[in-house]
């Protein structure tokens, strides 16, 4: 049975994909460091048919990322998709010098350094998959190719940081197809309600690459299925 982990599954975009990717016929693994809501999360796929188990996991954390891997390996052989989906973004629209540095820190630990630590934990379980896949949820906020956009700074950062995470990792797992993905303006918790986009729209490219993507496609950062500059 082909596997899956989704980080950030208690709610919003990561819960959503780990609902569809049960429908498809994935063994989901529903990563949260809140439990409550991220038990529902499994609940729910699994009164539904599917099947899933719940791993507590806050991506901030080395300690608690190594102790998952380790408790997750005894549950699975391998891991054939990882969804790098949990993050915070915690300024509002404050300039880049009007920033402090526990946001600026807490931003990239989690954002950023939380995917690549999520990988490196996970890297043994995706090596015995087939055809592993990483996903890696980013921001069209992190795009620097018409410059940046001044808002939200610490967290574009991070995401214009995770693009790069990316890159690099698709060069050091050459078997892996890795990519990043913009899922556009969504309606949830982070995007509020004036978002034009479902959680079913967000989720879309998110699942087709982990699902139906080729998987020579890597290295790249894509918007609805296809390829934009960041
Ligand atoms: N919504 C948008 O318009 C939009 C646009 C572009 C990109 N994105 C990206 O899409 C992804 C999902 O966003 P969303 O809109 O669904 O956000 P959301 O509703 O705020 O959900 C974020 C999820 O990440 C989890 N999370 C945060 N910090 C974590 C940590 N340290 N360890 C584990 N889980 C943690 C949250 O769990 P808790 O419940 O424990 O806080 C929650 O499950 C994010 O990567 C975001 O940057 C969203």
Known sequence: MKTALVTGASKGIGREVALQLAVKGFQVFVCARNTDAGTETARAILSRGGKAAFLEMDVANPGVVSEAARNLAKHTDHLDVLINNAAIKLDGDAEMLA??????????????????????????????????????????????????????????ISKTALNAVTSQLAVAMPNAAINSVCPGWVRTDMGGNEAPRSVQQGADTIVWLASEAPQSLTGKFLRDRQIIPW
């Open 99 to 156: 920033m402090s540095e526990a946001v600026f820190q807490e931003t990239l630990q989690t954002n950023t350094m939380g995917p690549w630590r999520v990988c490196k934990a996970f890297s043994a379980l995706l090596a015995r998959s087939k055809a592993p896949r990483i996903i890696n949820v980013s921001s069209g906020g992190g795009q620097l190719a018409d410059g940046a956009g001044g808002w939200a700074p610490a967290y574009c």
